[in-house]
């Protein structure tokens, strides 16, 4: 088998060569639904390479398989998100965005570059271990429905079927040279709740002339956190939040429709469905009392995102013999969501974060902002810790 000490100094080689693709990738940033250019240059790295693939996968998606010796024994799946958001870099650097207003400030772009050096290091080393490696390069982590549903419904965990997958995500919050992990549930789920209240509009002055669409926005608000806190289950975390609110009336016009758009995220798929179910009754009751009507929309989002126990033992394990005991560390939840917890309900899966923060360089800023940026040694092991895990879940 491979060892450590291979796989850091065949990385050490190939550094500059990942760091020149991180540099393309965050310069030409694409949203969601929308990798045409990155389909395209991730697809003549791997031809160049002579990997072979199946590209527009679930839209611009990409998979292809490593057989080792033995391929059939068993398969470990891989996968890098491709999209970026719709933020105006502020850095001053030269690889800086050229897309205007698109930025790469979720690291998808370090994510797919370290996806790319294990696979080129694990095609170099077929006949060295036995298994095969699927990875995939997914696109629109970003925006739902998000597009692993698509690359999934497309067969990417079939034929074959992976034992296990793994992603790794950048965490500015996390010196570099560390790595998270943290088994069972670790990201929320996402719905977008959207409250359409209409009625008879008109003038302020004249109250019996109108139904009041304001204030049953606000009032149906309260009732909705007032009836989930009461109806929680437990200790389940949850959140309920709205950050949109559009009443296009004036000063002393009362609108006929008010919009209202938030969000709800929990841990538990159970009580998820529950609180839909709550969120229409209180929304509807609480209209009615107002002369008025409420069109509730739930726009479902990602799933909870549960991190398989077997998985991350091994992936932690892997980290720790790879990095030190010291430098591997235990998570906390989050209510941010992750596209990947659809893998998640197919086959075992693991999601974990990579450290790309460094204080004394003063790399600090949050995961979506305009001045995200990573320290780029973080690359040489994400990549080399996601070759020592696939060979050591191989084996």
Known sequence: MISIQQIKDHVAS????????RHHLHAHPELSFREEQTEAYLCQLLSTWKIDFEKNVGGHGITGIIKGVNPDKKVVALRADMDALPISEQNQVYYKSLNTGVMHACGHDVHMTCLLGVVKLLNKWK???EGSV???FQPAEESLPGGSIRMIEAGVLENPTPDFIFAQHVYPELETGKVGFRSGRYMASSDEINLYITGKGGHAAMPETYDNTV???AQILINLQKVLDKSKPGKIPSVLAFGKIVADGAHNIIPSEVKVHGTFRTFDENWRKTAHQLIETA???TAAKFHTQCNVVIDQGYPVLINDEKATTLAQQAAIEFLGNENVVELNQRMTV???ARYGQVVPACFYRLGTGNQSRGITSNLHTPTFDVDEKSISIGTGLMTWLTLKSLK
């Open 14 to 21: 190939i550094e500059d060569e990942l760091i020149g693709i």
């Open 127 to 129: 006949d060295s271990f």
């Open 134 to 136: 699927k990875f995939i």
């Open 215 to 217: 204030l049953a926005a």
């Open 283 to 285: 929304a509807h009751e």
């Open 338 to 340: 992750e596209d990947f």
